[in-house]
Each structure stands twice: as structure tokens, then as C-alpha cells.
């Protein structure tokens, strides 16, 4: 597609439930990343992927979340027993190529989660 | 521990005249800063970008000015215009790693 596309746009939860957030990069675009935004907050940085390997998992808050990546496109961000504090909007974006200096990323509108 | 700091949550100027967005670094090894503008339901855009070794970068209406020994970074946006409310975002990087994002400002353009 022509931009990020990221489903589902709106997600609304109970506590405890798994959910699964789903993003299609940019075509030919080998990099991908997850960032949440809570409610007053920046942008966090979750997980990096290149290719189908995530080299930078370092901001996934805990072993509640995990993600993965197939055939180098799409990416699945899944929270596992989710909690309130996990409300937020979740951001995918891609890159062309590997990490470097004076990367542009492309970002998709989000999926706004809220957990009751 | 938030490297990129932008300190004022809001800003409110009337169109025509001068946006100064402003935004605060920890970390002295990021080599490049970026900033992104979001609207309401819309993931964020690139809009434009400096690298540390230089001082000053311009964009049509948009300058971004870098002070590294103050580690501070300030968007200019002239003239404003009502287009440009939206809530921007600046970013530092360091070579080979990601972009850490600042909380955001929200810039209010008033007709």
C-alpha cells in the first residue's frame, strides 16, 4: 500500500485479555518499529525489527508483550492479560533500510487501545 | 530517564506571527535531531531534521536551530499559519540506533 497501515483503529478490552495489533509497513521496507503513547506521554519505543529478526527489544515493559514479524512485511504486536496501564495509542512505523544516521520513519495512524 | 525533553505541554500564538517550539537534551551522543508534526488521529510526519554538526537548518517556514553546548533545540515556524496546529514532536538519534522522542507540544494557531 501506498502508507503504514495498522488495524484494528480502535481496540476496546478487559483486563486480562490478550490482544493482537497488527501493522503492514510501507512496501520494500525492511525496518519496522512499535512505539505507545500514553495519555500525556512521548512516544516510547517498544521493539525494532529488521527484516524478520528484532535486534532491539529493549523497550517492551514486560514479558506480557512480545511481537513478531513474517516475510520480512508484517508485523503482530501482542499483549498478553492486558491491564489498564497498557491503554494506549500504538504506533508501527517503517523505514527503508537499516538503522542509520537521520532515519525518517513512516508512521501509521495507530491502534488506540483501552482497557476496562 | 528522558534524554529529549520538550517542556512546555502547549503553545498558543496567533497566525501570522512566530512559533518557537523548544526542546532539551541529555543524552551529548545523539549526532542527529528530528522533528515530527501529528494531527488528531494520524500517526506523525517527518518534517524536518539537523545534524549536530550543524547550527542551523532551513525549510521554507520552518528553521531548526541547535545549540549543542546549551543541548537545546528550538523549531521556528514563520509565519504561522491555522495548518499548523497540531502536536510536534522532537527526536534525537545516535548513529545506527533509534529515534527517542520528546512528550510532544501542542501548537495552537489562532486565525
Known amino acids: 500500500g501506498a502508507g503504514v497501515s495498522q488495524s484494528p483503529s480502535n481496540k476496546v478490552t478487559e483486563k486480562g485479555k490478550d490482544v493482537e495489533l497488527r501493522c503492514d509497513p510501507i512496501s520494500g521496507h525492511t525496518a519496522l518499529y512499535w512505539y505507545r503513547q500514553s495519555l500525556g506521554q512521548g512516544l516510547e519505543f517498544l521493539i525494532y525489527f529488521q527484516g524478520n529478526s528484532a535486534p532491539d527489544k529493549s523497550g517492551l515493559p514486560s514479558d506480557r508483550f512480545s511481537a513478531e514479524r513474517t516475510g520480512g512485511s508484517v508485523s503482530t504486536l501482542t499483549i498478553q492479560r492486558t491491564q489498564q496501564e497498557d491503554s494506549a495509542v500504538y504506533l508501527c512505523a517503517s523505514a527503508p533500510g537499516p538503522k542509520a544516521t537521520n532515519e525518517k520513519l513512516f508512521f501509521g495512524s495507530g491502534t488506540q487501545l483501552s482497557v476496562l | 530517564d528522558q534524554q529529549v525533553k520538550q517542556n512546555s505541554p502547549s503553545l498558543s500564538v496567533q497566525e501570522g506571527r512566530i512559533s518557537i517550539l523548544n526542546c532539551d537534551y541529555t543524552?551529548?551522543?545523539?549526532?542527529?535531531f528530528l522533528w515530527y508534526k501529528k494531527y488528531p488521529a494520524e500517526g506523525p510526519t517527518f518534517l524536518i531534521s539537523i545534524s549536530s554538526i550543524k547550527d542551523k537548518n532551513e525549510d521554507g517556514r520552518f528553521t531548526v536551530f541547535l545549540n549543542k553546548s546549551a543541548k537545546h533545540l528550538s523549531l521556528h515556524i514563520v509565519p504561522s499559519q491555522p495548518g499548523d496546529s497540531a502536536v510536534y514532536f522532537c527526536?534525537?538519534?545516535?548513529?545506527?540506533?533509534?529515534?527517542?522522542f520528546g512528550e510532544g507540544t501542542q501548537l495552537t494557531v489562532n486565525p
Open positions: 543524552n551529548s551522543m545523539f549526532d542527529y
Open positions: 527526536a534525537g538519534q545516535t548513529s545506527g540506533s533509534r529515534l527517542t
